[in-house]
C-alpha cells in the first residue's frame, strides 16, 4: 500500500506529520514525502521535512495525503504538482488532504460541486474554487476525504487507517499514540473561542488563505 505525503517550502509539518505517524504503521504501509523536487521543505518555524522523492518517482500511490500551510499559494500554481494530483487521483484508492491542502485540490480540480472542509480561515476561498465549504472536522466525498486545520488531519487519518484496514487497527494505532485529547481550553474553533481571541488569530491571517499556517 503505497501512500504518498506531499511535501513543499512552507508547508506546515503537523499537517504531514500527524498523518504520517497515524499512517505508517499500518500492515503493508509504504509511506513516502514526495515533492516536485526532491529535499527539504521547510515549514514557516524552520522545521524541516525531507521529500526523498520526486513525484514522478511515485506515480501511481494507492493514498495521497495534501497537507496545508504558509507554502500553499504556491502550490496552487505549481503545475506539475497539479498535473501530478490529477494523475495521481485517477489511480488512488484514497485522496486526502488536510487544513489548506484542501485549497491546492481545488486547484487541481477535484473538488467541483463537492463538500469539503480547510482551515476555518480559508472556507471563503474553497468556495471561490468551486467547492461546497463546511466546517466540519472531517468530509468524506467518495474517495476524497478533507480535514479541517492542522490537529483535523490526525482525525482524517485515523479515518482513513480505519477505512485501509478496519476499525480494531485504527483503533490499535490511536491507543499507540495515545490520541485522546483532553485540551485546557475549549477554544479550538471560532465557534467556541472568544471574540478576542478569534480576532487576534484572525489579524494576522488577514492576507491569502492559503497562506494560513497556524
Not at 522523492?53 to 504556491?74: F, H, M, R, S, T
Not at 490526525?154 to 491507543?175: H, S
Amino acid at each position: 500500500m503505497d501512500i504518498a505525503i506531499v511535501a513543499f517550502e512552507g508547508v506546515n509539518a503537523l499537517d504531514a506529520v500527524g498523518p504520517y505517524e497515524v499512517l505508517w504503521p499500518l500492515p503493508g504501509a509504504r509511506v513516502r514525502f514526495v515533492a516536485t523536487q526532491a529535499g527539504l521543505k521547510r515549514d514557516p518555524a524552520a522545521f524541516a521535512l525531507l521529500a526523498e522523492y520526486n513525484l514522478d518517482e511515485v506515480p501511481q500511490p494507492d493514498v495521497v495525503v495534501v497537507p496545508g500551510g504558509k507554502g500553499a499559494g504556491a502550490a496552487m500554481e505549481d503545475e506539475a504538482l497539479l498535473d501530478w494530483l490529477r494523475e495521481a487521483h485517477r489511480h488512488s484508492r484514497w485522496t486526502t488532504s488536510v487544513c489548506t491542502g484542501s485549497l491546492i485540490l481545488a486547484a487541481a480540480g477535484l473538488l467541483p460541486g463537492l463538500r469539503a472542509t480547510s482551515h476555518w480561515l480559508a472556507l471563503d476561498r474553497l468556495a471561490e474554487l468551486g467547492a461546497e465549504p463546511t466546517a466540519e472536522r472531517v468530509v468524506e466525498q467518495g474517495k476524497i476525504i478533507t480535514a479541517a486545520g492542522v490537529s483535523a488531519g490526525i482525525d482524517m487519518a485515523l479515518l482513513l487507517a480505519e477505512r485501509l484496514a478496519g476499525p480494531e487497527i485504527a483503533q490499535a494505532v490511536q491507543l499507540s499514540i495515545e490520541y485522546d485529547p483532553e485540551p485546557p481550553f475549549d477554544a479550538g474553533s471560532p465557534e467556541k473561542a472568544s471574540a478576542e481571541v478569534v480576532d487576534r488569530v484572525r489579524r494576522p491571517a488577514r492576507r491569502e488563505p492559503s497562506e494560513i499556517s497556524q
